[in-house]
């Protein structure tokens, strides 16, 4: 769990709530479900025009990533490659068989693999780099999800503000409802504005933040595997993958 993200959401809510306290609202003031209904449906149709269905699905998956991203431990990483690598000095290639059984991640039991297999170093490279693309390209797009809900929510907003207000203007005659019309009105611009910025946009950054550093820890893998592959010293092969880290 991320705390730092968790508070971070959490203090969005309690600002717009202590903001409109201490303006001299009521919490009733912020709750509109017509305005509701116009943003997050609006936003959500509005992305369900855009978005590729396996894309959404993605997105989707990848939400959680927000609160609980995924283990990225790079400087972990290059000791195991380093430890491969001596073991490779030691008994062969084939003596690393027993750690493909013990690797979860899709993408290292594949990287073992071919060099188990004794892919040559260039071929190995270009098929993991194109895996390592791939990857990082769908994993971005689908961060784009967000950014793109963040663009549409203001625009949503606005429209429910002027629905609101056209609402108002058709009860001019009673004064009484004008002062709620209006403030009702102003709730969706809330909703907009409040999605986008306290939610959407950050998490597309951070969500853009995390697939950058999983594409990075994967070009790791690959630089040590084709090193392994063309039978670098050990030491060597951690001195290059500390470069990384910096």
């Given amino acids: 769990m991320d705390i730092v993200s968790v508070v971070g959401t959490i203090l969005a809510f309690v600002v717009i709530i202590v903001g409109t306290i201490l303006k001299g609202s009521s919490l009733d ?33 990848m939400l959680p990533w927000v609160y609980r991203p995924p283990d990225i431990e790079s400087e972990n990483l290059v000791s195991r490659i380093v430890g491969w690598s001596e073991i490779s000095r030691r008994t062969g290639l084939l003596g690393l068989e027993p750690a493909i059984e013990r690797e ?8 073992l693999q071919l060099l188990v297999d004794g892919t040559e170093p260039d071929a190995m490279r270009s098929v993991l780099e194109v895996e390592v693309f791939t990857r990082e390209h769908i ?12 663009a549409y929510s203001p625009t949503m907003g606005i ?20 002062g709620h019309g209006i403030a009702a009105a102003f709730v969706a611009t809330i909703y907009g504005i409040g999605l986008a910025n306290l939610l959407a946009l950050p998490m597309a ?22 090193s392994i592959a063309q039978g670098d010293n050990p030491r060597h092969i951690e001195s290059k993958l500390q470069g990384f880290l910096q």
């Fill in 29 to 61: 003031a912020l709750w509109n479900p017509a305005a509701f209904v116009i943003v997050f449906l609006g936003t959500f149709a509005a992305l369900l025009v855009q978005t590729p269905g396996p894309v959404l699905k993605r997105a989707w998956a």
């Fill in 205 to 226: 950054a951070r969500l853009k933040g995390l697939a950058r550093a999983r594409s990075q820890m994967r070009e790791i893998l690959v630089e040590g595997l084709v």
């Fill in 159 to 178: 429209i429910g503000a002027v629905m609101g207000l056209m609402a108002v203007m058709q009860n001019l005659a009673d004064p009484s409802k004008l």
């Fill in 139 to 150: 994993d971005i797009e689908a961060a784009k999800v967000f950014e793109n809900a963040g």
């Fill in 104 to 111: 979860q991640d899709p993408f290292i039991r594949k990287g």
